[in-house]
């Protein structure tokens, strides 16, 4: 069974600081990739995704995503982040056999200090 | 707005009522989602609809547990009898059905449900 696990729960960083969150998931076929987010109070929204070709994706807000097949990964980096960033950060994935569900992992919130 | 729409967004019912929940998705988009989600957690899949017909179900859909989207436009969402660990957040998400098996889900802001 597909499974996605997220390594930080909770992140705390100040403005400016570099960000990566960890995904990992399990399945063995080709899988579609994403990371969401929900910043507080707002619905879930598209960060980026990941179907073929490039392994490196960017994303809206300066965020890009490394997918490493071998290692079953799909980090969440951005260089420099912002007090706006605070939100909550959930990886997905959907195994690419043409079937619907989707499978999130526990999700990551991040406080950005000021 | 023309997102996904979510009614009611908070409902508070007593252990054994039924429950109904309404998703009203994007207007050209023909694949609907419900997910539930629990606190600490993702969401969870349940069910998935393409137009009018359920394609995919979640073992997590209990019997007590049915959706339905009578002309592949608005969907609903029934509990039977709830259980206080039916108390989540469910929320509808829908999509355009494009080259790929998969395409943007975009989420509404969810239906908070409270058994007591």
């Given at each position: 069974a597909q499974s996605v696990s997220q390594h930080n729960h909770h992140v705390i960083l100040s403005e400016a600081a570099s960000l990566e969150l960890g995904c990992n998931y399990s399945y063995g076929g080709t899988v579609n990739?994403?990371?969401?987010?929900?910043?507080?109070?707002?619905?879930?929204?598209?960060?980026?995704?990941?179907?073929?070709?490039?392994?490196?994706?960017?994303?809206?807000?300066?965020?890009?995503?490394?997918?490493?097949?071998?290692?079953?990964?799909?980090?969440?980096?951005?260089?420099?982040?912002?007090?706006?960033?605070?939100?909550?950060?959930?990886?997905?994935?959907?195994?690419?056999?043409?079937?619907?569900?989707?499978?999130?992992?526990?999700?990551?919130?991040?406080?950005?200090?000021? | 707005?023309?997102?996904?729409?979510?009614?009611?967004?908070?409902?508070?019912?007593?252990?054994?009522?039924?429950?109904?929940?309404?998703?009203?998705?994007?207007?050209?988009?023909?694949?609907?989602?419900?997910?539930?989600?629990?606190?600490?957690?993702?969401?969870?899949?349940?069910?998935?609809?393409?137009?009018?017909?359920?394609?995919?179900?979640?073992?997590?859909?209990?019997?007590?547990f049915s959706a339905e989207r009578p002309k592949g436009s608005f969907s609903t969402l029934e509990i039977q009898r709830t259980e206080q660990g039916d108390s989540a957040m469910y929320l509808c998400a829908s999509s355009l059905?494009?080259?790929?098996?998969?395409?943007?889900?975009?989420?509404?802001?969810?239906?908070?449900?409270?058994?007591?």
């Amino acid at each position: 069974a597909q499974s996605v696990s997220q390594h930080n729960h909770h992140v705390i960083l100040s403005e400016a600081a570099s960000l990566e969150l960890g995904c990992n998931y399990s399945y063995g076929g080709t899988v579609n990739l994403f990371w969401y987010v929900q910043y507080p109070g707002q619905h879930l929204q598209l960060l980026l995704k990941y179907f073929s070709g490039d392994p490196l994706v960017k994303g809206i807000k300066g965020f890009e995503a490394e997918f490493i097949k071998s290692k079953f990964s799909f980090n969440l980096r951005k260089p420099s982040v912002q007090w706006s960033d605070t939100a909550e950060y959930f990886c997905a994935v959907n195994a690419n056999t043409g079937g619907f569900k989707t499978i999130f992992g526990a999700g990551t919130r991040l406080f950005v200090k000021a | 707005d023309t997102g996904v729409s979510q009614d009611p967004r908070h409902k508070i019912t007593k252990r054994g009522q039924n429950v109904t929940f309404r998703c009203d998705p994007i207007s050209e988009h023909n694949r609907l989602y419900w997910y539930r989600q629990t606190l600490g957690q993702g969401p969870e899949f349940l069910t998935y609809f393409q137009n009018e017909a359920q394609l995919e179900k979640s073992r997590l859909l209990s019997d007590r547990f049915s959706a339905e989207r009578p002309k592949g436009s608005f969907s609903t969402l029934e509990i039977q009898r709830t259980e206080q660990g039916d108390s989540a957040m469910y929320l509808c998400a829908s999509s355009l059905r494009g080259h790929s098996s998969y395409n943007e889900q975009f989420f509404g802001p969810g239906t908070r449900l409270t058994v007591l």
